[in-house]
């Protein structure tokens, strides 16, 4: 478990050097994160009255002058302040300003994906100079139990560490750059077992099926700059290398509803596979609540080595149309046509759809419970136009948090899949439907601000059907145990 110490040291440094950063001492002995404090202005000094010049008729002073003298602090551009100056925990997040329009900050998620701006905002957020930088991460160590003949164990390292730094360029304009980087590669290029998973390879040879592949190094490293044309739209361009398209709905890891389980859906190549796309460029449109985006992007799936950046390539495209009726509900529709995304079989194309919707409703003052519901497909088709299947997803997901300790999440999907039985070649390989349920548990521990230790535990059951069940020996059974250290 070298690897894991490495994480876990690196995770307490970047957390300690947020912290100092956050709690720096100004000179007058007052602290705020991250963010230095002019001098108090000569006019601090005591000021003569009217009862102290006699004769003489003083006008009343500013409004400014008179929150200043009545020891409160104005509201800065884009943030709501509370609590006096002790550090960020009066700051409202939702407040802050968005990297791709005028809203909540909270409504953004993985990409140029939005949630619900209820969203609890789950990151160190600390102030340099003009530059909002913020940093957020999971790293998870695993036992994995799959049951039957298709199963098997590992233990392993998952997780992902991201940071983000964005400025205001201009009186209408907002750049923002984002890092985001996973520990997977280091669990080798079997992946680890899954039941009913299949996907892309991760060896250059033989396609992974019940396993999940591992993610690349670099998850997203991409920048954004949106322009502001009026006080409701906004204009933005976004662009990846690593990035992910305008299809679908946030990533898995990035849900609040399933974020806190280790395990890869099953649905993850027809809903978010496109997370992780090497070269793509999105351009915007928000409207108010309203936002149309499209990408053209790599539709080849990353290749086997999980440390390197691949040549970027814009042979496909996506569209999407996200809306925020409420604070606590998001909305997506996307289409995708995607051009050789397996390696192992790159005459065949696909076109894919995708719609959700994710409702999240705080809990007290740090608990919520989201839930987000997912239909996806996949149709592939060669070079002639002959189509195949069309191969659909369902997935229900969903989280309660009552408090700081305790999560409780649970995910139900139904697909249709034709890779998980390998068929003779020139033969037509059947769709067949599969189901899994699954339920888990973590408690965290508070080590330190903004740090936190978990320990938690998952089961999941496999429905296999008819078809399939001389192949997996019936329905089966599959567990995680798995510790996390948590950066927020």
């Given amino acids: 478990m070298n690897t894991a110490k490495m994480l876990t040291a690196s995770a307490a440094v970047l957390v300690a050097s947020a912290a100092q950063a956050q709690m720096a001492p100004t000179k007058d002995g007052d602290a705020m994160s991250g963010m230095a404090m002019p001098a108090p202005l000569p006019a601090a000094a005591p000021k003569a009255t009217p009862q102290s010049m006699p004769g003489m008729d003083m006008p009343a002073p500013p409004p400014a002058a008179q929150g200043a003298e009545a020891g409160s602090m104005q509201e800065m551009p884009g943030m709501k302040m509370g609590g006096g100056m002790a550090g960020m925990a009066g700051m409202d997040m939702a407040h802050m300003p968005a990297a791709l329009g005028s809203y909540p900050m909270n409504r953004e998620s993985s990409g140029t994906s939005w949630q619900p701006d209820a969203s609890p905002h789950q990151a160190i957020h600390i102030m ?5 930088i913020m940093f957020h991460g999971m790293l998870n160590g695993v036992y994995d139990t799959q049951s039957g003949p298709r199963g098997g164990d590992k233990a392993f390292v998952s997780g992902m560490v991201m940071g983000m730094a964005s400025r205001d360029v201009g009186d209408r304009g907002r750049i923002q750059f984002r890092a985001m980087l996973s520990p997977d590669p280091f669990m080798g290029p079997g992946g680890y077992p899954l039941l009913l998973a299949t996907g892309e390879t991760a060896n250059g040879r033989t396609p992974l099926v019940d396993r999940q592949h591992p993610h690349d190094l670099f998850s997203e490293l991409s920048v954004s700059y949106s322009y502001k044309l009026t006080d409701k739209a906004t204009a933005f361009i976004y662009a990846g290398l690593p990035g992910e398209p305008a299809f679908g709905p946030p990533a898995f890891m990035h849900r609040l ?21 090497e070269g793509v460029v999105t351009g915007g449109l928000v409207y108010g609540d309203f936002k ?11 290749d086997q080595y999980r440390y390197d950046i691949e040549a970027p390539k814009l042979d496909s495209v996506a569209i999407r149309a996200s809306f925020n009726p409420t604070s606590r509900l998001a909305l997506q529709v996307s289409w995708a046509r995607q051009v050789s995304p397996e390696q192992l079989n790159p005459e065949i194309n696909e076109r894919r759809w995708s719609a959700s919707g994710i409702y999240t409703v705080p809990i007290g003052a740090e608990g919520f419970w989201s839930i ?21 997803a369902w997935v229900l997901e969903s989280a309660v948090h009552p408090d700081p300790r305790w999560t409780v999440f649970g995910r139900f999907e139904r697909i249709d899949n034709d890779e998980l039985l390998t068929v003779p070649a020139g033969t037509a390989a059947s769709a067949l439907t599969v189901s899994k349920a699954e339920l888990g548990v973590i408690r965290d521990f508070q080590i330190v601000n903004h740090l936190k230790f978990g320990v938690g535990a998952q089961a999941a059951r496999n429905f296999v059907g008819r078809d399939l069940a001389a192949a997996y020996g019936g329905d089966r059974w599959g567990g995680m145990g798995f510790v996390r250290l948590k950066i927020d």
């Fill in 372 to 392: 987000t519901a997912i239909w996806a497909q996949r149709r592939a088709f060669g070079g002639i136009e002959q189509h195949g299947p069309a191969l659909d």
């Fill in 257 to 277: 509803s399933i974020m806190d389980s280790p395990e890869a859906p099953i649905s993850h190549h027809w809903v978010d596979s496109m997370h992780i796309t």
């Fill in 128 to 132: 340099a100079g003009a530059w909002s």
């Fill in 292 to 302: 149309l985006e499209t990408s053209g992007y790599k539709g080849r799936e990353p």
